[in-house]
C-alpha cells in the first residue's frame, strides 16, 4: 500500500531555554494522505508553527516520528513546500522573479525557472503582473505570489501556515477557491493551518483540532461536504452544525 504523504506519530516539543523549558506539543499524531487537503485548527500561541516547522525539516521534535512518503529517516528538508506565516517576497525583484525564487533554489536553469513561473502565473490570473514589484500590489495579490512560489518550490506537499490571516473577507473567500483550484491542478497534498473554523470546513478534507498549549489533537473531523466546494455549502445544514461545534469546542479552550 502507498505510504501517507504526511505521518506524524507521537509528536511532542519542548522548548528548553537555559533552565526554563516550554512544553509546546504533547504527543500528536496526525496524518495527510496522497492528495488531500488537511487543517490543523487551535488556539492562538498553542503549537501550529511549531508543528509546521518541525514538519519542514527546519526544527526537530523532541520524541515521535515524522515521516513524508514513509521516510522518517531521511531529511525532510525540501519534501514539502512550506508558506510561512509571513512570507516574505523580496522587493527588488519582480513578481515573476519572486515566484521563480523557489526554483533558483533547486538550481533550475533561468530560462527554464522563467518559463515555468510565467506558466503559473498565466495559468492562476497573474500574468499582467509578472513584471511588478511587490510594493504596487493589494495585500491579496502578494498572498497569491507568495502562493505560487511555494507551489513552484514544490507542489506535490504543500505546507501552508495561515495563509489569509491579514486579508478581509471578501479577498479571502476568492483566494480560499483559488487555492482549491491549485490544489486540483496539482493533486497535491496540504497541511494548512487557520484560526478561522469556516474556512478549515470549506476547504477540509479533514479537521484536527488543537487544544491550548502544551497541543493536544482534541478532535478530528471529516468534512464530508461534496466537492467542488462553494462558498454556499458553508450554509447547509451539516456545515452550520459543524462549525458551531468546533467553534464551542475552540472558545472553551480559549478560556483556559
Ligand atoms: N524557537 C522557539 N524557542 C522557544 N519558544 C518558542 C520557539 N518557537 C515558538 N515558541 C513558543 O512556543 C509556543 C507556540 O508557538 P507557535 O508559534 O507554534 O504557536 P501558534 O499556534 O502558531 O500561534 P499563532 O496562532 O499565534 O500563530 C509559544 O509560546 C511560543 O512562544
Ligand atoms: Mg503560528
Redesign the pocket.
Known sequence: MEPPKLLVQGVSKI?R?GRQT?D?LASIDLVVNNGEFVTVI?P???????LFNIVAGVDQPSEGIVAIDGDAQGTRAGKAAYMP?QPLLLPWRSVVENVMLGLDVRRVPRKKAEFQAHELLKRFGLADFAQHYPATLSGGMRQRVALLRTVLFNSSFLLLD?PFGALDALTRLSLQMWLLDVWQTFHSSVLFIT?DVREAILLSDRIYVLSS?PARVLRVVEVELPRPRRSEQLALAQAVQLEQELTALLMKEQQV
Open positions: 522548548f531555554n516550554l509546546t487551535g492562538s500561541g498553542c503549537g501550529k508553527s511549531t506565516q495561515e484560526h498549549r
